[in-house]
């Protein structure tokens, strides 16, 4: 019975999403909906949406959406500490028990919501804030990382950028720190320091995380970018996508993948954007490779058509970003 | 009907006598400064959070009364060769250098000899920016003009004009002595 009352208002108010006019409409009438339906299912609606709403992205964006649009204070407040707590983002070992734990119990509490009636929705409301909060952290984490300047007096950085070099050429040696050699893996002249630039360190941990991980794949797109004709410089095609996958983050596009990699991995973490980046950029060679440019002139053209139809797959509530590791075996 | 289309094309006759478009060149070694002095010229809220520019990118500009299509193309060593595609009907070049970096001055005065050779660019106004003055170990812009050759320079209007991209000091001064220079 309750089934049947629910589906025709749900796809009721998911029509009205559509459009800016209908958008102000909705907000408008939203207490009267809400009141509505609370009246007739005896559910808040957070309830409604756990348990109607398929697990993933949709699940967790409409919750999100409900928390931020929320009026009761204990939830108002509830939203502030979930984004003043990822300014400094907290330990993983944290994050169930001070951020996840605590925000399931202000909402149960706030909404009445007795446990014993309500099993699971406890359990499903915490998997939503871990995602929700854990896109939050990442964004910071990732933040944090691209505002650290490449240091070369900095023995890590000096190491990880040797480790480089050692993965993408490993039957080269290095003659010098300084050293044309660089540009054979896509660097611009002689000292890569300064093409970290905007992306700092994050651009060369998503390099070396993509040449470890996948070795095989790194060295046939090396391959690639040494072509006589559709050639490009490796390193500063990596760097750009650095940008470009921190755009996707930052700006929220992102978030239908990322969300989707919680429903399997709870929160996201560091790797999951490595993960991310290898992806865009293997896909991102594929493209290039297929667009059969004229010279390395065209990159912002290409690029540009690359991220639109990423942006475009980002629109599927089922997004989720894979490697095709089919190369790795060649 | 027909007044109304006589009204249409007489606005778009005045827009495009005030309107008038240009071509500018923005060209340099790579790291020294481009794409930031681009987005600082644009507007842009973040301009410093930069990649090194494989290709090139172009944004228009109103200054002056005067759109200026800026063309910034990739200072990497691989794809100066290709700097020369761009210079048909080019109304002004600026040619960036990092004045903090006095190793590369060589390099980059020859890559500067060889735009003054080129026959697309003959009598072409050029204005050199010494930039990264925010840095204290930069060279003044009268040594960057000495350095250069810029002084030599007889066959074209030529100026100096030192700028920080970061902080976006130098390219006002810099975008009106462009639009000087073309209105002559």
Redesign the interface.
């Known amino acids: 019975m309750l089934r049947f009352l629910i589906i025709p208002v749900k796809d009721f108010i998911n029509k009205m999403y559509f459009g800016d006019f209908f958008n102000s409409l909705y907000l408008f009438i939203r207490p009267l909906i809400k009141w509505f339906l609370h009246r007739f299912t005896n559910l808040s609606e957070l309830q409604r949406l756990v348990y109607g709403c398929q697990d993933g992205y949709r699940r967790y964006k409409l919750v999100e959406r409900s928390l931020n649009m929320s009026k009761r204070p204990q939830i108002r407040h509830l939203v502030y500490c979930l984004e003043e707590r990822t300014s400094q983002p907290i330990a993983e070992m944290h994050i169930h028990p001070e951020i996840v734990n605590r925000a399931v119990h202000t909402v149960v509490l706030a909404k009445k919501i007795n446990p014993k009636y309500h099993p699971e929705f406890s359990d499903q409301l915490a998997r939503c804030i871990e995602a929700i909060y854990g896109y939050k952290r990442l964004v910071t984490i990732i933040d944090q990382m691209r505002l650290e300047p490449y240091d070369s007096e900095n023995h890590a950085h000096e190491h990880k950028l040797k480790a480089l070099w050692n993965n993408l050429m490993p039957d080269v040696k290095l003659e010098a720190r300084i050293t044309k050699q660089w540009?054979e893996i896509g660097f611009?002249?002689d000292d890569p320091s300064?093409?970290f630039?905007?992306?700092g360190i994050l651009?060369l941990e998503n390099l070396l995380y993509f040449s470890r991980e996948y070795p095989g794949t790194a060295r046939h797109l090396l391959s690639h970018s040494q072509h006589p004709t559709y050639g490009?410089?490796l390193a500063?095609?990596g760097?750009?996508i650095?940008?470009m996958a921190w755009r996707l983050l930052k700006s929220g596009i992102a978030k239908s993948h990322f969300y989707n990699l919680s429903k399997i991995h709870g929160y996201p973490t560091v790797e999951h954007f490595h993960q991310f980046y290898c992806y865009l950029l293997y896909e991102f060679d594929h493209f290039w490779m297929n667009a059969k440019p004229n010279?390395?002139?065209?990159?912002?053209?290409v690029q540009v058509k690359f991220e639109k139809a990423i942006v475009k797959v980002s629109e599927r509530e089922s997004c989720h970003f894979k490697m095709n590791l089919s190369v790795e075996s060649i | 009907m027909d007044m109304e289309m006589g009204l249409l094309s007489l606005l778009r006759k005045l827009r495009s006598s005030s309107d008038k478009e240009l071509r500018i060149v923005l060209v340099g070694l790579d790291n020294s400064g481009k794409t930031t002095i681009l987005r600082q010229l644009a507007n842009e809220e973040t301009p410093h959070i930069t990649t090194p520019t494989a290709g090139f990118n172009i944004k228009s500009i109103s200054s002056n009364n005067l759109n200026l299509n800026v063309w910034d193309l990739g200072g990497n060593a691989k794809i100066r060769p290709y700097w020369r595609n761009y210079f048909e009907n080019t109304d002004v070049l600026i040619f960036v250098v990092d004045s903090s970096d006095r190793k590369r001055m060589s390099e980059s005065t020859g890559e500067f000899n060889e735009l003054l050779k080129d026959e697309k660019l003959k009598s072409v106004p050029i204005i050199v920016l010494a930039n990264k003055q925010d840095l204290s170990s930069s060279m003044k812009a009268a040594e960057v003009a000495e350095l250069i050759g810029l002084v030599k320079l007889k066959d074209r209007d030529w100026q100096i004009q030192a700028c920080s991209a970061l902080e976006g000091t130098g390219l006002q001064e810099a975008m009106d002595w462009i639009c000087k220079c073309v209105k002559k």
């Not at chain 1, 010279?295 to 053209?301: A, W």
């Open positions: 540009q611009q002249g300064t093409d630039r905007g992306m651009g490009y410089t500063v095609v760097i750009n650095t940008h010279n390395l002139m065209e990159f912002n053209n």
